[in-house]
């Protein structure tokens, strides 16, 4: 039996403000795979104010100050985070899933680590202080005993801007979850789209609305379609505004694209499904991700996919989408146009992405950082 102290601070920050984001998912994720495991021992922990009650969490949470505080008086002492000899006596390692790195001393640390963008790209961040951050970050990575990241190109980018050896590093990709899978009954997926005034025919943009996620020329690759087309295909846009991204907000909310541009802002979990489903096929041209999620969540619901040819996209997705250069906005809408314009294509792709999506489950994800656990510890 292994005793992980399991990090839940982001998680129930998620679940107080209504919303899980993607590392809240991937805690509880696994959470509610470790929970009952024979071999697993949970003791989730959490940096903060005291937390609401979570379903997800069947244990009682051990609260462990404010992380900010403690790590910034261990970058400069030198010092472990107050308490680590009483927690050595509760748990074997610490989970870090949150990017909240505690300086243990001895204790062993495994932390996951997404991505490196506040640190390749810091321009794409708003977070007041972020040179100050970004500098605790780095340090705090090296705190770790061992890492986890979710592709090999997140891998590459942690090594390079964290310094971390490639040795510490182990790469385990996320899972999809079951629900993108499930059938949808097509009235059941008509009312959807009804109530959201979405046609038959649409293409489908997923994304917080920031200078990451490339909408802009997403916008303007679609509106490079012949006229004909735009009036029978809209571009449906579900997301929240995010940040440096005032203009096209502006234009969106004034219908300035035009009646065939549709944004439709945040849509609860029980529509996102049937939107998924219908659309013609799911436009990710991000411009950076650590893994890409929404790719092999399209996968699983049948969807055909346009998404990068750089950074991890084109590792996930593999040759189960039509990879474009996010740069070139002419790429993005010849794609468009491509899968419009032949079904056996979109046919193809249907079938290649969902054995793809098959291959990554939250059960396979699980059971390989268990094996981390062991490793780090020394165990068979």
């Known amino acids: ?22 590392i809240g998912s991937y805690t509880r994720e696994l959470m509610k795979r470790f929970v009952d495991a024979e071999d697993v021992n949970l003791v989730p922990m959490s940096y903060g104010a005291s937390l609401p009650p979570m379903n997800e969490i069947a244990h009682e949470t051990l609260q462990c100050g404010r992380f900010a505080r403690f790590a910034a008086i261990s970058a400069l002492s030198g010092l472990s985070f107050p ?65 986890i990241t979710i592709s090999e ?27 993108w899978f499930r059938p949808i009954v097509m009235g059941t997926m008509h009312q959807t789209l009804r109530r ?53 907000v502006e234009a969106l909310a004034a219908g300035k694209y035009g009646p065939s541009v549709l944004w439709l802002k945040h849509v609860p979990d029980q529509d996102l499904l049937a939107l998924m489903k219908g659309a013609v096929a799911l436009v990710f041209p991000s411009l950076h991700e650590g893994f890409g999620l929404p790719v092999l969540e399209a996968f699983a619901a049948g969807t055909p996919v346009i998404t990068s040819n750089t950074t991890s996209l084109p590792e ?38 969902y054995v793809r999506a098959r291959a990554h489950s939250w059960d396979r994800t699980a059971a390989m950082t268990k094996d981390v656990y062991r490793r780090v510890l020394g165990r068979p």
């Open 83 to 147: 308490g680590t000899a009483r927690m050595g006596k509760k748990i074997d390692l610490m989970h870090a899933t949150d990017h909240l790195i505690p300086n243990l001393g001895k204790l062993p640390v495994v932390a996951t680590l997404m991505d490196a963008i506040p640190l390749s790209h810091p321009e794409w961040v708003t977070m007041k202080l972020r040179a100050v951050k970004n500098a605790l970050w780095r340090r705090s990575a090296h705190w770790a005993t061992h890492v």
């Open 196 to 248: 959201y005034s979405v046609p038959d025919k649409y293409l489908l943009f997923l994304g917080t609305l920031q200078p990451r996620k490339n909408i802009a020329r997403v916008i303007e690759a679609y509106r490079m379609l012949p006229q004909g087309i735009r009036n029978e295909v809209p571009l449906v846009i579900v997301g929240r505004a995010g940040w440096q991204c005032d203009e096209i």
């Open 153 to 179: 190109y997140s891998k590459q980018e942690i090594e390079k801007h964290f310094g971390v050896p490639a040795g510490k590093i182990s790469v385990i990709p996320l899972g999809v979850d079951e629900r």
């Open 316 to 353: 996930v997705a593999g040759d189960a989408a039509l990879l474009v250069d996010p740069f070139d906005a002419s790429s993005i809408s010849a794609a468009m146009l491509c899968l419009l314009e032949h079904p056996e294509l979109a046919s193809i792709l249907r079938e290649k992405g």
């Open 1 to 22: 039996m292994i005793r992980v102290g399991f990090g839940v601070t982001v998680l129930a920050r998620c679940l107080e403000s209504g919303g899980v984001d993607g």
